[in-house]
């Protein structure tokens, strides 16, 4: 269990200490502390709904949209999101012009942001020519962006990783960042990895290429007027303190979604601010998952995220195990959750209706 020395100190100032001067455009800055990175399949908009009740002050960052689904399908569709601002939306694309319109279809849509991958190594991304591959071009980068700054308020940012395939030397990522700041970028997401093209699956490039975080902290101080966003590897509270006094934010993907009451504590930690206890969230979300039920939405879709809620507490596998059982049976409802807490107890367990404060509180007190 964490330490409480390592949860309770004067947030030293954090929030002050990573607000950059940088140019963000013409809006008030948003707070990058704390991200939810992009993961397609698991950031969609209910994800962030439910994630934003856990935590107030992420920024959210919704699953990459390739430019071409946004300007051929049905965009509205995939734009409609609520209850989960501040958020951005992730575009994956290569064409200016393509970016450019779909970047004002996002602020027109409300986000908060938009944020162009540069990261993405999977086969059909890489045969698009997007996502990572683009770490080669980074003229055709400063294009994009330039072209989406043009046309939008909201600021444009780049996620992208430290090098691709033998590119992988710190000269090559400086070069990448000063041409892409060239053309007026100022906040980057760092997942502090290299992308291997053409040999590992999307998973091995999340975990087999070695973190290498002093890129991130060394490119920091080469370009002091912009924002850089660590990501990768950030798995727990005492790391995320370790780090972010080195660098403008951190952006977390896998550890909040398979356990997304670390976004509580990551709030207290950060913020001093007590979230919602695991029983009250999923009260709240079941009231959105009947809303959105009324509206055609499957249940499937929505329940899903919920596989981790209780991460840490007794039952948590039982309500795990019953919700996959019964959340694809076509004309379910709502009950499926409520008998999924029955039979695992947790609607009786003192822990699940207890915030992340009182539950160090009651452990402090058993120590
Ligand atoms: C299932 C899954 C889907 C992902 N999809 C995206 C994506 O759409 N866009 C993106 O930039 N990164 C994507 N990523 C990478 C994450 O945003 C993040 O960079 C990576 O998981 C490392 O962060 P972590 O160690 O905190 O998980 C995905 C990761 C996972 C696990």
């Given at each position: 269990?964490?330490?409480?020395?390592?949860?309770?100190p004067?947030?030293?100032?954090?929030?002050?200490?990573?607000?950059?001067?940088?140019?963000?455009?013409?809006?008030?800055?948003?707070d990058?502390?704390?991200?939810?990175?992009?993961?397609?399949g698991?950031?969609?908009?209910?994800?962030?709904?439910l994630?934003?009740?856990?935590?107030?002050?992420?920024?959210?960052?919704?699953?990459?949209?390739?430019?071409?689904?946004?300007l051929h399908?049905?965009?509205?569709?995939?734009?409609r999101?609520?209850?989960?601002?501040?958020?951005?939306?992730?575009l994956?694309?290569?064409?200016?012009?393509?970016?450019?319109?779909?970047a004002?279809?996002?602020?027109?849509?409300?986000?908060?942001?938009?944020?162009?991958?540069?990261?993405c190594?999977?086969?059909?991304v890489?045969?698009?020519?997007i996502?990572?591959?683009?770490?080669?071009?980074?003229?055709?980068?400063a294009?994009?962006?330039?072209?989406?700054?043009?046309?939008v308020?909201?600021?444009?940012?780049v996620?992208?990783?430290?090098?691709?395939?033998?590119?992988?030397?710190y000269?090559?990522?400086?070069?990448?960042?000063?041409?892409?700041?060239?053309?007026?970028?100022?906040?980057?997401?760092?997942?502090?990895?290299k992308?291997?093209?053409?040999?590992?699956?999307?998973?091995d490039?999340?975990?087999?290429?070695?973190?290498?975080?002093?890129?991130?902290?060394?490119?920091?101080?080469?370009?002091?007027?912009?924002?850089f966003?660590?990501n990768?590897?950030i798995?727990?509270?005492?790391?995320?303190?370790?780090?972010?006094p080195?660098?403008?934010?951190?952006?977390?993907?896998?550890?909040?979604?398979s356990?997304p009451?670390?976004?509580?504590?990551?709030?207290w930690?950060?913020?001093?601010?007590?979230?919602?206890d695991?029983?009250?969230?999923?009260?709240?979300y079941t009231?959105?998952?009947?809303?959105?039920?009324?509206?055609?939405?499957?249940?499937?879709?929505?329940?899903?995220?919920?596989?981790?809620?209780?991460?840490?507490?007794?039952?948590?596998?039982?309500?795990?195990r019953?919700l996959?059982?019964?959340?694809?049976?076509?004309?379910?409802?709502?009950?499926?959750?409520?008998?999924?807490?029955?039979e695992?107890?947790?609607?009786?367990?003192?822990e699940?209706?207890?915030?992340?404060?009182?539950q160090?509180?009651?452990?402090?007190?058993?120590?």
């Amino acid at each position: 269990m964490l330490d409480r020395s390592l949860i309770d100190p004067n947030p030293m100032g954090l929030n002050t200490l990573n607000k950059s001067t940088a140019n963000l455009g013409t809006l008030a800055p948003l707070d990058r502390t704390l991200s939810l990175a992009p993961m397609m399949g698991c950031t969609d908009r209910h994800c962030r709904y439910l994630f934003r009740l856990l935590s107030p002050n992420t920024l959210m960052y919704s699953e990459m949209l390739v430019t071409g689904a946004l300007l051929h399908g049905k965009a509205a569709h995939f734009l409609r999101h609520g209850g989960d601002e501040p958020c951005a939306l992730q575009l994956g694309g290569n064409d200016p012009q393509d970016l450019a319109a779909c970047a004002r279809m996002v602020e027109d849509a409300g986000y908060q942001e938009v944020n162009l991958n540069v990261g993405c190594p999977s086969d059909r991304v890489q045969s698009g020519g997007i996502g990572a591959c683009l770490i080669a071009t980074p003229a055709l980068v400063a294009e994009c962006v330039a072209a989406m700054q043009a046309e939008v308020k909201i600021p444009v940012t780049v996620k992208t990783r430290i090098g691709l395939n033998d590119q992988d030397d710190y000269e090559h990522f400086h070069h990448f960042i000063e041409t892409v700041r060239e053309a007026g970028c100022r906040v980057f997401i760092i997942h502090a990895r290299k992308a291997i093209l053409g040999g590992l699956s999307p998973k091995d490039n999340r975990e087999i290429p070695p973190l290498k975080y002093d890129y991130v902290y060394r490119i920091k101080a080469d370009f002091p007027d912009c924002q850089f966003i660590l990501n990768g590897g950030i798995n727990d509270t005492a790391t995320a303190l370790a780090v972010l006094p080195k660098v403008d934010g951190l952006m977390l993907g896998r550890a909040p979604y398979s356990n997304p009451y670390l976004l509580a504590e990551l709030e207290w930690a950060l913020y001093q601010h007590t979230s919602m206890d695991r029983l009250t969230a999923l009260a709240d979300y079941t009231d959105y998952m009947v809303r959105n039920i009324e509206t055609g939405e499957p249940l499937k879709h929505m329940v899903r995220h919920l596989m981790g809620l209780f991460t840490g507490i007794r039952g948590a596998r039982s309500f795990r195990r019953h919700l996959g059982a019964h959340m694809f049976e076509t004309g379910s409802g709502t009950e499926v959750v409520e008998q999924a807490l029955a039979e695992a107890g947790l609607n009786h367990h003192a822990e699940a209706a207890e915030t992340f404060v009182a539950q160090q509180a009651r452990q402090q007190q058993y120590r």
